[in-house]
């Protein structure tokens, strides 16, 4: 079956340094990635998306980039901050038809003072 | 922007009994919504598709009598845990987009079940 999954179960990283998540996905016909947040407890919160025809997308302090030759995505945070402290899944859409979203496994993100 | 309300965020209940989930979107119409499953530390599971007047699909291995599904209205689905048992507690989650080829994907708060 089509999955997603994330290199790293976990991140630790020093506040003010730079932070990279990477996901590798398996469906060459998924057209739609899209980056969550997600603190305990709660819902995935949406970070950036990012469709098949786009290489990079860029918003504010976040960074994704697709790389469809190796069907790979990345999560760039700049100026990692403790409020990212979180857990980071990608998600891709492999049917359009069907909308339905398939995550990858997550990565955690730990942030020192 | 697009909201969903998930109700309740928490849920007790005894084995043997049943829990309704409600999943809303406020401010748009979801001709499709998603229920997710997710255990501790572990990632979201797609459980099922609704879609609005018709049956659910479930993913493979989801029982269908356990988990029943109803998304009676475009801006209204409900997930029914029947006959819960402990193996039940879980976190759910559900999702409501307004077309499933569209991009935007609104996920709800989430709800803790507990089944003792």
């Known amino acids: 079956g089509e999955s997603v999954g994330l290199h790293l179960p976990t991140l630790s990283v020093q506040e003010g340094d730079n932070s990279i998540i990477n996901c590798a996905y398996s469906?060459?016909?998924?057209?739609?990635f899209i980056w969550y947040k997600q603190e305990s407890g709660k819902g995935p919160q949406f970070i950036i998306d990012?469709?098949?025809?786009?290489d990079k997308r860029q918003g504010q302090r976040v960074t994704v980039l697709l790389n469809k030759t190796v069907k790979h995505l990345s999560l760039q945070i700049a100026a990692t901050q403790p409020g990212d402290s979180a857990v980071y899944f990608c998600a891709e859409r492999g049917w359009s038809n069907t909308g339905k979203l398939i995550f990858g496994q997550g990565t955690t993100l730990q942030v020192k003072p | 922007g697009a909201v969903v309300s998930q109700h309740p965020s928490r849920v007790i209940c005894k084995s043997g009994t049943s829990v309704k989930i409600e999943c809303r979107s406020l401010?748009?119409?979801?001709?499709?919504m998603f229920w997710y499953r997710q255990f501790p530390k572990k990632s979201l599971m797609l459980m099922a598709t609704s879609n609005e007047g018709s049956k659910a699909t479930y993913e493979q291995g989801v029982e269908k009598d356990k988990f029943l599904i109803n998304h009676a209205s475009l801006t209204l689905s409900t997930l029914t845990v029947t006959s819960a048992h402990p193996e039940d507690s879980s976190f759910y989650i559900c999702?409501?987009?307004?077309?499933?080829?569209?991009?935007?994907?609104?996920f709800g708060s989430g709800t803790r079940l507990t089944v003792v």
């Open positions: 999702s409501a987009v307004d077309r499933p080829d569209n991009y935007g994907y609104t």
């Open positions: 469906n060459s016909a998924s057209d739609y």
């Open positions: 401010d748009f119409q979801a001709t499709t």
């Open positions: 990012i469709r098949s025809n786009m």
